[in-house]
């Protein structure tokens, strides 16, 4: 059953970088009513908050997605290849819930999270992944010292 919720959230993160974001809303949110394993769930809720018109839909979402985190063992996590422990989603969790704030206007909020974002930073590995994490908190961080 992993395999083919993995493979289909695989399916659904394909359509959404080829940009048929309505398509992939429309399957992460199948994904989301199939299935109630809290690593899938936040792997559904973090990218189904991309594919969001509305700010505050795609906050809510984000933060779903950080709420369930706290629910998903590393053993969990290891069993369907995360390339490092749960703590390792944090940073980009944060980004997430952080962007959002500040697009809101909710500037306090914004920085707290990158303040816990960049917490957290020490999980990433030196990889194609971590750096892009990397740069967008040093970008949220940019954008919130011009607000």
């Known amino acids: 059953m992993t395999e083919e919720v993995m493979a289909r959230i695989v399916a659904a993160i394909e359509l959404s970088v080829s ?3 309505e398509a992939a809303r429309e399957r992460f949110t199948e994904l989301w009513a ?5 690593l899938h769930r936040c792997m559904i ?4 908050a991309d594919q969001q018109d509305d700010v505050h839909e795609e906050l809510r979402w984000d933060l779903v997605a950080l709420e369930l985190a706290s629910s998903i063992t590393d053993e969990r996590a290891t069993e369907v290849g995360a390339i490092g422990p749960v703590r390792s989603f944090y940073p980009s969790l944060h980004l997430n819930v952080g962007d959002a ?3 809101l206007g909710e500037l306090s909020l914004a920085r707290h999270h990158l303040d816990l974002g960049f917490a957290a930073v020490g999980t990433l590995n030196d990889d194609e992944y971590g750096r892009l994490v990397k740069t967008g908190l040093a970008r949220l961080a940019h954008e919130l010292e011009s607000a």
């Open 19 to 21: 940009g048929a974001r």
């Open 34 to 38: 199939e299935t109630m394993d809290p």
């Open 45 to 48: 809720a973090h990218h189904l």
């Open 101 to 103: 704030y500040r697009r």
